[in-house]
């Protein structure tokens, strides 16, 4: 079983990488980008065949480890199969 | 002259200063500091722990996360609730936020890019062990040398640390005024170090042990080292 996690900077957190990135986007020419905002994606491969015990550990992973949940948000998608 | 003042630096894979710290402790304790490694096995009982500058891990996923899950910062997080003075210096105060001993996080340097000069710090609060050989309002130079020193902590939380004095060193001007063209990374009310609630807990970005000695250009960070001995020897 296969989980995604998305961590993202809480909104009010300022991301600096983001606004370069929509800055360089600016110069690219690509006009009508009223925001980036950065973050990460971690793939994980689990032995756990249950997607709510499953779902359980990987928000526990977050909290603990995945993300800085004083300015980070995560979210979890669990691909059954 | 010799004292009987044991500190330990923790080392990491990754740390980079930790022989700086060694050297700038030695030279006013007189006495072998302690290198953990952070697989060794007990960390011995001692007066002072430092977490270094440097690397830890690569920086992966976050600056300090991977060194603040290690069992050895489980061993640091008992002592300083005990009461053991912590001393973390750049990535070291990365390393405790990430574990919980401070609040607060340390992010992207707002101007992306990595500083590495001297700054200017005025000496906010003189009632820590860290802190108790300057003066009041005192301002410092010390070097910096660091891409995620940028400050971050919510409204509320700010507003306890200020309002409990726990802000130790802000950066400023060289006549002390705490702007936004003094600050270096963008931190939060141009904070560069904070204590925790006890006062035992002292993370900062600069790097007092880089200039803690007249032949390393300074001596704006041997006060720190000066005031440790005299408030734990």
Redesign the interface.
């Known amino acids: 079983m296969k989980a995604k996690v998305h961590v993202t900077l809480k909104n009010g957190v300022l991301d600096p990488q983001g606004k370069a990135v929509q800055h360089s986007l600016a110069g690219l020419g690509f006009a009508g980008v009223n925001d980036v905002r950065q973050g990460k994606f971690i793939e994980l491969d689990l032995d756990e065949t249950d997607a709510a015990k499953a779902r359980a550990t990987v928000e526990a992973m977050c909290e603990k480890l995945l993300a800085n949940t004083v300015i980070e948000n995560y979210s979890v998608d669990i691909a059954e199969g | 002259m010799p004292t009987n003042m044991k500190a330990a630096v923790i080392v990491f894979p990754g740390s980079n200063c930790d022989r700086d710290m060694k050297v700038a402790l030695e030279a006013v304790t007189g006495t072998d500091v302690i290198m953990h490694w952070h697989r060794d096995a007990d960390l011995p009982d001692v007066d002072l722990i430092a977490v270094p500058g440097g690397f830890s891990y690569g920086d992966y996923?976050?600056a300090g996360?991977m060194a603040a899950?290690s069992p050895v910062m489980r061993t640091v997080v008992e002592r300083a609730n005990k009461g053991v003075p912590v001393l973390g210096v750049c990535n070291g105060f990365q390393v405790l936020?990430?574990a919980g001993l401070l609040?607060?996080?340390l992010?992207?340097?707002?101007?992306?890019k990595f500083v590495c000069r001297d700054v200017w710090l005025k000496v906010e609060n003189t009632e820590t062990p860290f802190t108790r050989d300057y003066a009041k309002d005192q301002v410092v130079r010390i070097p910096v040398a660091h891409h995620d020193g940028?400050y971050?902590?919510?409204d509320e939380t700010l507003n306890r640390l200020e309002g409990e004095g726990r802000v130790a060193f802000r950066y400023c001007d060289p006549a002390g005024a705490a702007n936004d063209d003094a600050n270096p990374n963008?931190s939060r009310h141009n904070i560069a170090g904070i204590v925790n609630e006890a006062g035992n807990v002292l993370g900062m970005m600069p790097h007092p042990e880089r200039l803690a000695d007249a032949a390393l250009g300074g001596t704006d960070g041997k006060p720190m080292f000066d005031g440790l001995v005299a408030a734990l020897h």
């Open positions: 996923l976050r996360a899950n936020t990430e609040p607060g996080a992010m992207r340097n707002a101007g992306l940028n971050f902590a919510d963008g």
